[in-house]
């Protein structure tokens, strides 16, 4: 072997060396075994985001809290590079926890700015901290709605805000009140149109009794808001069923949502004032998240499968809005028993090439064609504790 060769192997084993990080590293016992489905049709998005996927699934699904307090959770590196050149995507995100609302880059999670969201009256909220987010999908601009219930009435009240960010992140507008308070039960899902013409949020039920509201109660309800017209059109169910994870395609017209575990969407434009119109893309088996393209075609719904009572099984599908099947598994992975998975948070960006997603074994990451970013790592409320709930998060784009 030439001292040139040696020289040139040399290089390259000190620039592999320098890429393994510490935090990356885990114990075999910990390993996550990972199952994908042939893909048979869909769209082009759906192929780096199998493979995308695969690495959350295998970096990400065991969190450090499992490992002891002194654990580092684990980076998430891609599987391959992008083939084509994308587009950068959203450069901020809207984060809520019980801390407050602050703006985020959307490459690194670091803070750039914090909202200034107005007082409420005492009470009690829902986690986190009450907020609910929802964006445009560019990064820009946003919306922010937060549920307080007086301890003495047990009556929700919901405020709806505004906020928009200027090139460098920083909050250059919050417009309160866009809309009229909402009194009676506390809000469950936010979503904004993405030429932010239009606000959809869920109620939770009501009709549980004459003092007594919970969102186990019949009665949800889903309101549209023409924010240019001033009109607002609402949608009712009499089924135990809460309305979550509301998202718009790209004709402002075709809402995505959760409810009492199916993935379904509602042509809002269509006759009916019930929920029963609303046609289910995918259920069965406990639906936890979803969101629906930008072009309408297509959702992408986060299922979980309990085994014993504990959630043991988790994945992620692409489903055909018009019926017809699966379109492709996309991720399948197992934890055992040891803790009770759930997806929180899916969402494409406005041009339906970046994916936001989160769950209770994920922190809050995004992707990137081929590329998997981790943004905001979760610790646990009591760090002593393994099995200490982690810190809920909203977050939007």
Request: aromatic share 6%; net charge positive; hydrophobic share 40%.
């Amino acid at each position: 072997m030439s001292p040139r060769i040696e020289d040139r192997l040399r290089d390259a084993f000190a620039a592999g060396a320098g890429l393994v990080r510490a935090e990356a590293l885990r114990p075999d016992e910990d390993a996550v075994r990972v199952e994908t489905a042939p893909r048979r049709r869909g769209l082009a998005l759906t192929v780096p985001l199998v493979a995308a996927l695969l690495v959350v699934a295998v970096s990400v699904a065991v969190p450090a809290w499992m490992r002891g307090p002194a654990a580092v959770e684990p980076t998430v590196e891609p599987t391959a590079k992008p083939t084509t050149e994308v587009s950068p995507g959203p450069r901020f995100l809207l984060v809520a926890d019980d801390d407050g609302v602050t703006v985020r880059d959307a490459l690194t999670g670091t803070v750039i700015d914090r909202v200034g969201v107005p007082r409420t009256p005492e009470g009690s909220f829902r986690d986190p901290g009450g907020y609910l987010l929802a964006g445009t999908g560019e990064g820009t601009a946003f919306y922010v709605a937060r549920s307080v219930t007086s301890r003495r009435t047990h009556v929700s009240t919901t405020r709806f805000h505004r906020v928009r960010v200027d090139e460098m992140g920083k909050v250059a507008d919050l417009t309160r009140d866009v809309i009229p308070a909402v009194t009676g039960t506390a809000a469950s899902s936010l979503a904004v149109s993405g030429d932010g013409a239009r606000l959809a949020y869920s109620l939770d039920g009501r009709a549980c009794g004459e003092d007594r509201t919970s969102l186990l109660c019949p009665g949800a309800r889903l309101a549209v808001v023409d924010l240019l017209a001033g009109t607002t059109r609402v949608w009712t169910t009499d089924a135990v069923e809460r309305i979550e994870h509301l998202s718009w395609a790209a004709d402002r017209r075709t809402l995505g949502f959760v409810a009492k575990s199916e993935a379904r969407v509602l042509d809002t434009a269509a006759a009916g004032t019930t929920l029963a119109a609303a046609r289910v893309v995918a259920g069965g088996q406990e639906v936890t998240a979803a969101t629906i393209s930008p072009d309408g075609r297509t959702m992408l719904v986060g299922r979980t499968q309990s085994r014993m009572g504990r959630v043991s099984h988790y994945r992620i599908d692409e489903y055909p809005v018009t019926g017809g099947g699966k379109i492709s598994g996309l991720v399948a992975a197992s934890l055992g028993d040891r803790t009770a998975a759930r997806w929180r948070l899916i969402r494409y960006d406005i041009t339906g090439r970046h994916v936001l997603f989160m769950g209770d074994v994920f922190p809050l990451s995004r992707w990137d064609d081929w590329k998997i970013t981790a943004l905001v790592h979760r610790g646990p409320g009591d760090p002593r504790s393994k099995s200490s709930p982690r810190q809920a998060l909203g977050a939007a784009w």
